[in-house]
């Protein structure tokens, strides 16, 4: 089936610091993936739509400067959170559509992102 | 737009009896639904879609969900609990061509013996 892969799966970094959270379609291409953050016992908040090629489109209220989003390749795209501070601690899950004829998503496992 | 909303934050069920998650939905377009699956500290994992096509949808796990239209419903059931159905559910909808999903709050599900 389709698996989608996050690296790392944890993470501790210091306010200041940037983080870089990649995210891999293993067995398909992904045009597009997604990019969410999950806030302990919350639903999933969508930050981004990230199209492969072209720039990503930000949610309202999130700061694109901030969370860098790359969609360099069919398989690859990664979120950068740029001087991390202890807010932006959450849990960041990515999700890739399987294909431009199937609105099904699949999950990455998620990156525990803690920021000191 | 499409929004989702699910019924119940919390429930809880003995192991062995039906488990019942509610979702509704509101959109002026064909939906495309969704029920996912968490467990702590993980991804999510797909139980079920509905697309198109025959409104009773089984999914992994024994569990199925019913899309009724008329009721503007997509509820997710499964005649008999087990313990390792404890988890959060989460009821989802396509709002745009691109694809993007909106979760419902999510109903966690609590399994007793």
């Known amino acids: 089936g389709a698996v989608v892969s996050q690296h790392p799966s944890w993470v501790i970094c210091k306010s200041g610091t940037s983080v870089k959270i990649e995210c891999r379609s293993l067995?398909?291409?992904?045009?597009?993936m997604f990019w969410y953050r999950q806030f302990p016992k919350q639903s999933l908040m969508l930050m981004a739509t990230?199209?492969?090629?072209?720039?990503?489109?930000?949610e309202q209220g999130v700061e694109k400067d901030k969370f860098l989003i790359n969609h360099a390749s069919l398989t690859l795209s990664t979120l950068t959170v740029t001087s991390a501070h202890p807010e932006d601690s959450s849990f960041y899950i990515c999700?890739?559509?399987?294909?431009?004829?199937?609105?099904?998503?699949?999950f990455g496992p998620g990156t525990r992102l803690t920021v000191t | 737009a499409q929004s989702v909303t699910q019924l119940g934050s919390h429930v809880s069920v003995s192991e062995g009896a039906l488990v019942l998650l509610r979702c509704n939905y509101s959109?002026?377009?064909?939906?495309?639904l969704f029920w996912y699956v968490q467990y702590p500290n993980q991804g999510l994992q797909l139980l079920l879609k509905?697309?198109?096509?025959?409104?009773l949808v089984k999914g992994i796990n024994g569990f199925e969900a019913e899309f009724k239209k008329s009721e503007t419903s997509f509820h997710l059931t499964k005649p008999s609990a087990h313990m390792s159905d404890a988890a959060e559910y989460f009821c989802a909808g396509i709002t745009d061509s691109w694809g993007k999903l909106q979760f419902g709050a999510g109903t966690q599900v609590v399994v007793t013996p």
């Open positions: 990230s199209n492969e090629g072209s720039k990503a489109t930000y």
């Open positions: 959109s002026s377009v064909p939906p495309y």
């Open positions: 509905y697309t198109t096509g025959a409104t």
């Open positions: 067995d398909f291409q992904a045009t597009t």
């Open positions: 999700s890739a559509r399987l294909g431009t004829n199937s609105y099904e998503q699949y």
